[in-house]
């Protein structure tokens, strides 16, 4: 849960209109901003033939968590980037998803926000009915998060099969090449010389983390970590420089997995959003100590990170020794939109 989403915001969602007075496509933009939702309007009006209005806008403390989680909850009416193609009906129940999570979220947000920002002690408590019944909430989702990542990564499997080594399948796969810079590689460092790498972690970070104890792992699922296995034994492990620059034509399989993946995209929204709820509240119920026996772990504590600035001054030839250049990667990518 990283800080950036607990911030408030505005949550906005835009419509077009016609100058002419003619009809529009039933395009509606869902998004958040921190600035005005004028400036935003226009920083997107250039180009766009059609006038953007406002129609809803909500101050939302934790505003990104609820943009988050309708872009993934009505992912089947994404179409281009936060652009989403509504009727009336879906229209009226988008705000009433957003009025109905910023009521459930807005007072968890500002207490987490202030814990988030606070030293937890050693204290662990002990285990209270509430929070030994928000855990078992906790297990359950945690269970059907891990049954939903499975299955996504089995259908993305299946789908880089039919991407093969083309540039991906239209609108539903993409793939790139990236070429990365040269890199100092801490990794290799450590892995070469540790007692040297232990030596430079000498700055200070602040760090948050919060674990859900006891929760399914995906050896719970033998069958569906059995479908995850053979869809990837399957897919061609492609080498970047194999990559034409050929596009697949879609076919009725790829639709057919393309729509399945966006339904599970949707799927996980909702149970990450059950999930978030849960655990800000067994966040609060921990306070400022570490934990909940055998429930939850919420550690706030500094940890030490690699000084790579220092290391360079002490160590010039060291430091160019495990600077690296990185191959050419191939990145694949579905689609969590249609445009088809």
């Not at 496509?25 to 921190?34: A, E, V």
Request: aromatic share 6%.
């Amino acid at each position: 849960m990283s800080a950036r989403i607990l911030q408030r915001a505005t949550l906005y969602v835009l419509g077009l209109e016609d100058p002419a007075g003619g009809s529009v496509p039933p395009y509606y933009k869902i998004g958040i901003t921190t600035d005005t939702v004028a400036k935003r309007i226009r920083q997107l009006q250039t180009g766009n033939p059609y006038r953007i209005v406002a129609l809803h806008t909500f101050e939302i403390e934790g505003a990104e968590i609820v943009e988050q989680n309708l872009h993934r909850v009505y992912a089947q009416n994404r179409r281009v980037l936060e652009w989403f193609e509504l009727s009336d009906a879906e229209l009226a129940a988008v705000l009433q998803s957003a009025k109905d999570l910023k009521d459930d979220i807005e007072a968890l947000v500002v207490e987490v926000r202030d814990l988030d920002q606070q030293y937890s002690n050693d204290t662990m408590l002990n285990p209270t009915a509430e929070a030994t019944d928000l855990h078992l909430q906790a297990v359950t989702l945690e269970g059907h998060k891990t049954q939903n990542s499975l299955r996504i990564a089995t259908i993305r499997s299946s789908l880089a099969s039919i991407t093969g080594t083309t540039r991906g399948i239209q609108g539903i796969t993409q793939v790139s090449i990236t070429n990365p810079s040269p890199g100092f590689s801490r990794r290799e460092l450590k892995s070469a010389n540790p007692d040297l790498y232990n030596d430079y972690l000498t700055i200070p970070e602040f760090k948050v983390s919060m674990k859900v104890l006891d929760k399914p792992t995906p050896g719970n699922y033998p069958n569906l970590v059995a479908d995850k296995k053979q869809a990837a034994a399957a897919a061609p492990n492609v080498d970047p420089k194999d990559v034409t620059h050929d596009k697949e034509s879609r076919t009725t399989d790829a639709v057919q997995l393309h729509s399945e993946y966006i339904d599970l995209v949707s799927q996980g929204g909702a149970i990450d959003r059950d999930l978030l709820l849960v655990k800000m509240k067994l966040k609060t119920l921990c306070g400022q100590a570490r934990g909940i026996d055998g429930i939850f772990e919420y550690v706030r504590e500094d940890r030490m990170t690699f000084d790579e600035d220092s290391f360079e001054a002490d160590n010039p030839t060291l430091y160019s020794q495990f600077t690296v250049q990185m191959q050419p990667q191939r990145r694949f990518a579905v689609m969590k939109s249609r445009d088809y």
